[in-house]
């Protein structure tokens, strides 16, 4: 049998691929604080609607108030007709606790597939990063996914200093 001798093609990887491997780190968090998947793991039932002293928000708000803002950042990069909600009324649950635990376990679930959805046109070649959608004011997918990550970071913060109140984050 004769050997081919023709030369496998080879993808060449996208100018911007380092890019899109940082953004997507980013975006899934861990980094250089914890990620979100751990702020949010085993927080109790009886403590997802607690306030601790001096802090705002309750983990019920907080998980909602991401879901909610990432939901957004997400339908806006990929619809031109979408119609963000009412700022700031439309960010934040109507109620410091959840209806029920499979409310909680929904918005969680919820969450993690926006977040895996952003992340699959992140880094997707075929969306470009800097090119500005056609409708809003400039805004770009690269954009988008900053403002995600950087939100996110901020309340996944939140999140940890309400664990550490409330005496419910696991000691190291």
């Known amino acids: 049998m004769k050997k081919s001798t023709r030369k496998l093609a080879r993808t060449k990887p996208s100018p911007d691929a380092s890019l ?48 909610i803002a990432q939901w957004d950042i997400l339908e806006f990069s990929r619809n031109a007709k979408y119609v963000s909600p009412d700022f700031p009324e439309g960010y934040w649950p109507k109620t410091p606790s959840p209806p029920s635990d499979s409310a909680w376990l929904k918005s969680v679930k919820s969450l993690r597939n926006d977040l895996a959805t952003l992340i699959r046109m992140v880094a997707n070649p075929k969306n470009n990063l800097n090119a500005a959608f056609p409708w809003g004011s400039g805004q770009t997918l690269l954009r988008e996914a900053l403002l995600l990550a950087d939100h996110n970071a901020y309340h996944v913060a939140q999140l940890v200093d309400l664990r550490r109140a409330l005496g419910i984050w696991p000691e190291s």
Not at 35 to 63: E, F, N, V
């Open 20 to 67: 899109r491997r940082q953004l997507v780190a980013l975006l899934k968090g861990g980094n250089a604080h914890v990620g979100l998947a751990d702020a949010l793991a085993d927080i109790p039932s009886r403590k997802r609607g607690a306030y601790a002293k001096g802090l705002p928000h309750t983990a019920w708000q907080l998980l909602e108030h991401l879901r």
